[in-house]
């Protein structure tokens, strides 16, 4: 695609690789995405996995759950893979970063793996983006039909209690699997790891607070958007340190 739009054509080379860190807790409208990326790209995407899962992790940590603060599962299950498989290459990554974008996110520090910002670089924004999967016909990921607005695991600890109230509706074995996750010890106040600040998922099991999170979220959306998908995952996505950059590569 990038050697398609307008500049960003220097940035595609004959034996580029396409990487994908498979956690194994995806969304299956990832998995679509990624297919019909393929296609666009006429090339395969390379999957990547951990050696040691998810579940492997969170034991280790002692059920302490990633956060924002703790992205643990980013490290260890995206960027970690990715060294593994670049090795000692000298190689260049390059992330997706935006140029309306003021964040920074996981990146490696290895010394052999130099990253550029081709989005940065060209000067391309939110509109830009939109603009380039309209035109290339990819167009948006269908999880944002229901509410989703990021590429992240299925209990990614970035979603919204609106977005996790949609899991529920939409996925409610990830959901549960979710909750599973969750450690609540009334006894002990350090063993209060839960996905959701402040509130366990459990609570959006109570059908007037599921709904009441509902309306709240929709009310956050409506007056900001023309109600078209894009503008929904621009508005969304644009809350302070949102998603992990692995997990959008």
């Known amino acids: 695609m990038a050697g398609r739009v307008k500049g960003l054509e220097h940035f595609r080379h004959d034996g580029m690789e396409y990487v994908f860190c498979d956690t194994q807790k995806e969304l299956p409208e990832t998995y679509e995405y990624l297919a019909r990326l393929e296609a666009e790209l006429g ?96 167009g948006l990921p269908t999880f944002m039909n229901w509410g989703r607005t990021n590429s992240g695991c299925t209990f990614c600890f970035f979603q919204t209690p609106f977005e ?41 099991l109570d059908p007037e607070e599921r709904e009441r999170v509902l309306e709240a979220g929709i009310r956050e959306i409506a007056p900001k958007s023309d109600g078209k998908l894009a503008s929904i995952f621009g508005i969304q996505t644009g809350r302070a340190g949102v998603a992990c950059l692995m997990c959008q590569k």
């Open 164 to 204: 996790w109230a949609k899991l529920l509706e939409h996925y409610p074995k990830y959901f549960e699997e979710a909750m599973g996750y969750e450690t609540i010890d009334p006894a002990d106040p350090n063993k209060q790891f839960t996905w959701m600040e402040g509130a366990p998922l459990s609570s959006l």
């Open 43 to 138: 090339s395969k995407i390379i999957r990547l996995n951990a050696k040691a899962g998810f579940d492997h992790w969170h034991k280790l940590f002692n059920g302490y759950l990633p956060s924002p603060q703790n992205r643990w599962c980013t490290k260890y299950l995206k960027l970690k893979p990715f060294e593994a498989h670049v090795g000692n290459d000298n190689v260049v990554s390059y992330v997706g970063l935006r140029a309306d974008e003021d964040r920074v996110g996981y990146i490696s520090r290895k010394p052999n793996i130099k990253t550029r910002y081709p989005l940065k670089e060209a000067g391309i924004d939110y509109d830009g983006v939109i603009k380039i999967l309209e035109d290339s016909g990819l």
